[in-house]
């Protein structure tokens, strides 16, 4: 048998979802099911004068309705600004915020019945756009009156290393430029859905396409009042979610409450308009950003002013301020560094994290500013990124420590594939090459609620039938990690994968995990999965030794054997599981992850730190028309540093479905608004890549086998979107010889750039 750590192996899952045969969320279906739909507010900001329901309820099918007054518990994704309820209680934020919702029969029934529902608005004024609400503004205009500031400002995240001003303004050669990025949301397959049920031992059953059902728990709890062992959270299989399914959301917990008060099961399935509602997506942001360095290319200094679009409520937004700025930081030496990130509430529907959260937008400003830098220095950009990476076991400016790091490697590999040193700068016109790296966290070293409890548990239990079963509360969102907790322990115990069953994210069974956001999962949970099955293997070690007469340690667990390291047999796996089960039955064994100390002591220091840093590069060929300003991306090189790929084929196909991300938001993809409504709220109108547009890949692994993951792993799900932004922008250069600031970049704001280069040259 070869190793089960490094093979591609297909996802557990895959057959059941191509086939149709997997359960997600929506699919669940119990006896005398209810379903519920929502009232929204037609209103960007307005007070609530009066509510009437009696109409509705009268309406036929209708067996209960919930207003605001009925869940005023505040609550949120971090606990320091919980500033959310599940429906709007004394005023409404943004159009689409829910404001009261009905139980019925039937879903039809409901809708009818929300209709009928009257609310006297008291319009406000409604601030769209963050200049305006980073304005002094009284307590009752502000979208939150508690709020510490005298404006809609929501959090502001200052740091400084050294003096980057007086660094930049003493730096031979130093690029200014001012980015503007829409907002841009998830676009996952399978709409919010939730199914909740009042059982009849007076627990609560929530099943919900979440990816954090550890923090709905407790969110579910705070909310309802109810103890958190009445209460049980089952993720079924998920159809994506990119950060999009990362917060607890109103609609889980007024479905919740409408199985409690009814005693009835009740269902919520979005439709796409309100997926879009909800939002969640990445910020729409605007950074003027300043890079200098000297004349051999080395950089000398960076500073960077970022305005961040919140929307209405918290989220993950003080987190995202933070990161805009701090991971700017790598993959290259950067000092004197400094940053100064203002996130502003507005009335729009919030937004919160997605997919390379808080460093896909500066990320793209960093590296097309790299490029300009590369211009003024007369040197290749790709040879002035190598000047300035990072080595592997060093601290960053702002102490992040980097452990391994394979982004040279990552670098010349694109450089080479691409055909790069022939190439650059040598394409007809409206042909070109781009490049550009990138970095990311492999999970958050700081969990968001403080306690003393490990980041995750995994347990491994062996019972009579030779089954391990690992049960972890980690979130299978598409990204494969449930074959990965397999792969972990098939590889420790020396089994074939089939003799190994995934249990996860079900409170009820499986111990703590935090979720699956920061790409946190292979690296944590992989770790403590690794941890118990070790210790398994050590009992079962044990107890054959002293049936056999030899060193525990002498024994090797080998294609589904017990041998000794000379290759003698001992016993099967089937006896070694009898001999270990003797006298005592099945047993479980427990292992654990908390991410090590580190970090400075200013304030901000816990912001981007994490036990690794993967790394990558992209390069991207575009071809542009400057006819109609229209862009196509020929091909894609992206190489990324995992650590060690455990799933060589998942890995390949995060780096892929990367890529295809991260072309929506360079060149199509933005959800626009007029008077704080979203006009294109449907996949007919929000315009992501389609299998045409989608470019030829050609993707490389780096393995640079950390010390700190798990057989050597980093993330991979997240990181890979950096670069390929950038590489894009760099590439449209490179053919048409213009720097595009705004993002999309669509064929119109590249034939404005074409118009404008064409008048400076008379």
């Not at 209680?89 to 929300?114: H, L, N, S, W």
């Not at 407790?218 to 994506?240: D, F, S, Y």
């Not at 966290?441 to 009579?464: E, M």
């Not at 999962?521 to 050590?538: D, P």
Request: charged letters at 20%.
């Amino acid at each position: 048998m070869t190793a089960a750590v490094g093979n591609p192996t297909p996802l557990r899952d895959a057959a059941a979802k191509v086939t149709g045969r997997a359960l997600y969320a929506g699919d669940y279906s119990f006896p005398a099911l209810l379903h519920v739909k929502f009232l929204r507010s037609p209103h960007a900001h307005a007070e609530i004068r009066g509510l009437d329901i009696a109409a509705a309820r009268q309406a036929p099918g209708v067996r209960a309705i919930a207003v605001g007054r009925d869940l005023p518990v505040t609550f949120g994704i971090l606990p320091i600004r919980p500033d959310e309820t599940a429906m709007a209680v004394d005023k409404v934020r943004y159009i689409g915020e829910i404001v009261a919702a009905v139980a019925a029969e039937t879903a039809e029934a409901a809708a009818a019945a929300a209709r009928l529902i009257r609310v006297e608005y008291r319009p406000l004024r409604a601030f769209l756009e963050p200049a305006a609400a980073l304005a002094p503004c009284p307590p009752e205009e502000r979208i939150h009156a508690a709020s510490r500031h005298p404006s809609n400002l929501h959090k502001e995240a200052r740091l400084r290393f050294g003096d980057p001003e007086a660094a930049l303004a003493g730096s031979p050669l130093r690029v200014a430029a001012h980015f503007r990025f829409a907002g841009v949301t998830h676009a996952f397959t399978e709409p919010h859905a939730t199914v909740a049920v009042w059982n009849a031992d007076d627990t609560l059953t929530v099943i919900s396409a979440t990816q954090v059902p550890h923090y709905l728990h407790r969110t579910l709890a705070k909310v309802l009042g109810l103890p958190l062992h009445r209460i049980q959270v089952k993720k079924p299989a998920l159809g994506g979610g990119f950060g999009g399914k990362s917060d607890p959301f109103p609609h889980e917990l007024i479905t919740a409450y409408l199985a409690l008060r009814t005693h009835r099961p009740v269902k919520c399935v979005f439709t796409r308009e309100e997926v879009f509602l909800n939002n969640r997506g990445r910020h729409p942001t605007e950074m003027d950003l300043a890079l200098g360095c000297d004349r051999d290319g080395k950089l000398t200094g960076l500073f960077a002013d970022i305005v961040i679009d919140g929307g209405a409520y918290s989220s993950f937004g003080v987190v995202t301020t933070y990161y805009n700025g701090v991971l700017m930081q790598g993959p290259y030496r950067i000092e004197p560094f400094g940053f100064r990130a203002r996130r502003v509430y507005t009335n729009k529907p919030p937004c919160g994290a997605m997919r390379g959260h808080g460093a896909v937008n500066p990320r793209y400003a960093v590296e097309v500013a790299l490029d300009m830098l590369a211009q003024e220095a007369g040197l290749d950009p790709c040879e002035l990124r190598e000047r300035n990476v990072l080595p592997a076991d060093t601290l960053t400016v702002g102490q992040l420590r980097i452990t391994s790091n394979g982004v040279r490697e990552c670098l010349r590999a694109v450089r080479a594939r691409s055909g790069w040193d022939a190439r650059h700068g040598k394409l007809p016109y409206g042909r070109g090459l781009g490049v550009a790296c990138g970095f990311f966290i492999s999970g958050s070293a700081l969990p968001i609620l403080w306690n003393r409890y490990p980041q995750t548990v995994v347990h491994v239990k062996l019972d009579f039938d030779g089954r391990v079963v690992v049960f972890s509360g980690a979130a299978d969102i598409g990204q494969g990690s449930d074959t990965i907790l397999a792969l972990v322990a098939a590889e420790i115990l020396g089994l074939p994968l089939e003799r190994v069953q995934v249990e996860s994210a079900d409170t009820r069974l499986t111990p703590v995990d935090l979720g699956s956001y920061s790409s946190r999962v292979t690296f944590m949970a992989g770790n403590a999965c690794r941890s118990a099955a070790e210790k398994l293997r050590q009992a079962i070690a044990a107890a054959v030794a002293a049936e056999k007469g030899v060193a525990a340690a002498a024994i090797v667990f080998r294609d589904g054997q017990l041998v000794t390291a000379d290759g003698q047999r001992l016993a099967s796996w089937d006896e070694a599981v009898e001999i270990a089960l003797a006298g005592r039955g099945a047993f479980v064994e427990s292992g654990h992850y908390t991410s090590p100390k580190m970090g400075g002591d200013f304030k901000g220091a816990g912001a981007g730190l994490s036990p690794a840093y993967s790394f990558g590069a992209v390069v991207s060929e575009v071809a542009v028309d400057p006819v109609t300003g229209r862009v196509r991306v020929v091909k894609v090189w992206g190489a990324h540093d995992c650590g060690r790929a455990l799933n060589p084929l998942a890995v390949e196909g995060q780096m892929q479905g990367s890529i295809h991300m991260g072309l929506g938001q360079a060149l199509s993809e933005e959800l626009v608004y007029q008077e704080g409504r979203i006009v294109n709220a449907s996949f007919a109108d929000y315009h992501i890549p389609t299998a045409v547009d989608t470019p030829e890949m050609d993707v490389t692994i780096v393995e640079s086998r950390d010390r700190e993951g798990p057989f050597g792993a980093k993330e991979a799900g997240e990181g890979p979107i950096h670069p390929v932004l950038p590489a894009i922008g760099n590439a449209i250069f490179d053919a048409v010889g213009v720097r595009l600031f705004e993002l999309p970049m669509t064929p119109a704001r590249v034939l404005a750039k074409l118009r404008e280069q064409e008048r400076r040259r008379g």
